[in-house]
């Protein structure tokens, strides 16, 4: 259902080659996803000390073991999917830390640990899809500030009309600082929202398999971000 044959076919083909390719890929997944990935780890007491290592480890370990190759587009979507992963590895991190108590050192897991995603609990997925949808927000958002590369002056103000702004300023207040009058500002703002929709909805098409999904998967954004 949402795993696109083209974003996500190519970046889980190249988790296959031991190349530049396969580094490429281990990166971009990283760092579009490290931010729900470690949300979550927290949520799950993952202890500070070890939480950039154990989000570090959860990415390679998904790239060594091809887990992208292997998920199943008809089971879920891929958020659903990779809240999955996160919980399978802990919890496969955990017993080999019991086996290892147990064992003095020895570890008593199979080396083919079954890798396939556990189902995660109401409160998992929760967290898990408040801390995706944020994600969301911010690649939209660094997609839209490089359209301002050049005017970071205007960006700073206009920025606070865009979701997630602790406080919007009034039309007044952030048309004395661009320098425009109040119609020109307005007239930015409106631009400025239009694109920052384009930009969200580019982001979700990547995450979901078919052009029909976007929709559904920008109206539960819409209803993850509004709930309380």
Known sequence: MAFPTTHWSQLAAATLHGDSRASA??????????????????????????????????????????????????????????????????????????????????????????????????DDQREFDRAWAVRMLELAFDRVQRDYIDEPGSFAVLREFLPGSSRQPTTAEAAAQTGWNENTLRSEVHRLRIRFRECLRAEVTLTTSAPHEVEGEIAWLREVLSAK
């Open 25 to 122: 890929a281990l990166g971009e997944f990283y760092n579009r996803y490290r931010g729900p990935v470690r949300t979550f780890f927290h949520f799950r007491d993952v202890d500070a000390s070890e939480l950039e290592d154990m989000v570090q480890a959860f990415f390679l370990h998904a790239m060594e073991r091809s887990l992208l190759r292997r998920a199943d587009r008809q089971k879920g979507s891929f958020r659903s999917w990779l809240c999955g992963a996160a919980v399978n590895f802990l919890r496969t991190h955990s017993s080999r830390r019991e086996a290892l108590k147990r064992g003095g050192g020895m570890v008593a897991l199979s080396l083919d640990d079954d890798d396939t995603p556990m189902p995660a609990t109401e």
